[in-house]
């Protein structure tokens, strides 16, 4: 073999390699996007009664609440839902860049991306707005005569009832 076909030879071998590595990263890049699709993140509210389930780029898949909740003050509620999916979503927002360092390994772009992330979300859990003190309110009573209480636009049974 002449020196030109040895060079030509090695030149061929070297864009086959090449291929072979880009349809193994291809692969690679598919199966992390499916994993990022995947990931979920849960919280529950330190008084357990409230969980969330937050889904890839911070969607709420579910909230579920604990029979405490019909005697806590609407407030106090509210600041633990809100609260609870915060913890949910930043923890999703880990589990993702985890699965990008497993994906990539580590990278100057994904240590800015979770750099930034530490900033955001800090390395301590999200603050708890006031569990600890919590004052139920008393248990509902009979709703006024001709007040409909689901005036306000939000029954979340409507179309379940009657």
Not at 57 to 81: C, E, H, Q
Not at 126 to 133: E, F, K, M
């Amino acid at each position: 073999m002449t020196e030109w076909s040895e060079r030509l030879a090695r030149r061929i071998e070297s864009i086959d390699q090449a291929a072979a590595d880009n349809r193994m990263r291809a692969e690679a890049y598919r199966q992390m996007t499916e994993e990022l699709k995947a990931v979920d993140g849960t919280a529950t509210s330190p008084d357990g009664m409230v969980t969330v389930v937050a889904g890839a780029g911070g969607s709420v898949k579910s909230i579920t609440f604990s029979d405490a909740t019909r005697s806590t003050d609407p407030a106090l509620l509210s600041k633990t839902v809100m609260h609870t999916i915060a913890r949910a979503q930043a923890d999703a927002a880990r589990s993702q860049a985890e699965v990008v360092r497993r994906g990539l390994g580590g990278s100057e772009l994904l240590d800015r991306v979770l750099a930034e992330e530490e900033k955001v979300f800090g390395d301590m859990p999200t603050p708890d707005p006031g569990v600890s003190s919590l004052r139920r309110a008393p248990a509902p009573t009979t709703s006024r005569p001709g007040y409909d209480d689901y005036e306000d636009g939000f029954d979340i049974y409507q179309g379940m009832r009657r």
